[in-house]
């Protein structure tokens, strides 16, 4: 009679800035992992003492990068699978069971995850994209799948292994209201102009008038934004406005 394989372990990574707000409640629904790792990045507020409070390995630090900031909290890791979350982010207990049944199953690759994303209390389901939030990504993946890359926003990812799905979504606050939304677009366009001064390639302003009206078009109709009504004009505007506001800070501003 052969011996029982071990029960594969799960890792739980969670990268944090500033986050005492949400932090505890994105945490206290975690119990389904079998380690939790939060990357605590230039943390100025309570999240330290949070996060040790739910028994976290904690990895301190400044990145610039997001890339990298995600791949030290990936090699703190000790789990067989890793599961991203961040802290806006909260996993249903029906989450939870189906990734332990899923990586109980699986040996390699990963798996993309649906998102259930929030404006608000009202839940969007309808024209995530061009940058601008996603309705899911690979945020499940057995150790050694998944590296991020050197961008500051959006970074290139690679991945490695058969790539599956799961059903039930996470739960993902995207933003309290429409200043906030504008709030990240800010941030957003202007890590994105960073990098694209970096690159030395940063387009021109005729093709990123073209994207702002496709990435528009492409939300709001292909996306099927014009079912959530003004919501929908809301992210598809945001999507447009991404890549050109993007290019002129890096054209017309230093930093």
């Known amino acids: 009679m052969g011996q029982q394989a071990p029960d594969k372990r799960l890792s739980i990574l969670v990268v944090a800035h500033n986050e005492e707000a949400q932090l505890a409640d994105c945490l206290s629904r975690l119990g389904f992992a079998d380690e939790l790792v939060v990357v605590l990045d230039r943390c100025t507020d309570g999240s330290r003492g949070i996060a040790t409070t ?35 982010e909260r996993a249903p207990d029906a989450l939870g069971a189906e990734i332990r049944e899923a990586i ?101 302003l005729a093709s990123n008038i073209r994207r702002m009206f496709s990435r528009f078009l492409k939300c709001f109709f292909a996306r099927k934004g014009y079912r959530e009504g003004a919501y929908g004009v809301l992210i598809a505007l945001m999507a447009g406005l991404y890549p050109i506001l993007s290019y002129l800070k890096a054209r017309l501003e230093n930093e």
């Open 104 to 204: 109980a199953n699986a040996d390699d690759g990963y798996f993309l995850l649906p998102f259930d994303n929030y404006i608000g209390a009202r839940l969007v389901r309808y024209g995530w994209g061009g940058s601008w939030g996603v309705s899911a990504a690979p945020r499940l993946f057995a150790r050694g799948a998944k590296r991020w890359g050197d961008q500051r926003i959006h970074p290139q990812l690679e991945l490695d292994g058969p790539r599956r799905w799961l059903k039930t979504p996470m739960r993902h606050y995207v933003d309290r209201d429409i200043s906030d939304m504008l709030v990240r677009l800010d941030r957003y366009t202007s890590a994105r102009a960073a990098d694209l001064r970096e690159s030395g390639e940063i387009g021109s």
């Open 54 to 88: 739910f028994g976290a390995t904690l990895v301190e630090g400044a990145w610039e990068l997001e890339g990298p900031r995600r791949n030290a909290g990936i090699d703190a890791c000790s789990g067989d699978w890793i599961l991203e979350v961040d802290a806006d």
